[in-house]
Nanobody, 129 residues
Framework: VQLQASGGGLVQPGRSLRLSCAAS????????MGWFRQAPGKEREFVAA????????YYSDSVKGRFTVSRDNAKKMVYLQMNTLKPEDTAIYFC???????????????????????WGQGTLVTVSS
């Protein structure tokens, strides 16, 4: 599957942004979908993930309560709604797909980027006044 992330840009602290991840090549309905980010000079880190049915979502502690992950399998889309953005949210955001995850994968599995075999190219989010 090919993944294309979009929606990044420059936004002021406290504002919102929605990222989108579009898939092509096959359906995403069997995939665990994740969002990861990489800030300048730092390792890539887990942000959020959503099970293939959308029934389970997982978040890193740094974004819990501010970010919401969702998906539309019919449109082959995954979204990351980011509210109350902070300067420390500045990073390149990547979407990723794991077709081998079981439905009840759990947060420890979902947050491990080694499980994801397909990655998008990333979209830059800059939070600055």
């Amino acid at each position: 599957v090919q993944l294309q992330a979009s929606g990044g840009g420059l936004v002021q602290p406290g504002r919102s942004l929605r990222l989108s991840c579009a898939a092509s090549g096959r359906t995403l309905s069997r995939d665990l979908m994740g969002w990861f980010r990489q800030a300048p000079g730092k390792e890539r880190e887990f942000v959020a993930a959503i099970s293939r049915t959308g029934g389970s979502t997982y978040y890193s502690d740094s974004v819990k309560g501010r970010f919401t992950v969702s998906r539309d399998n019919a449109k082959k889309m995954v979204y990351l709604q980011m509210n109350t953005l902070k300067p420390e949210d500045t990073a390149i955001y990547f979407c990723a797909a794991d077709r081998n995850a079981i439905l009840s994968a759990g947060p420890d599995y979902a947050s491990n980027q080694d499980h994801y075999e397909s990655w998008g190219q990333g979209t830059l989010v800059t939070v600055s006044s």
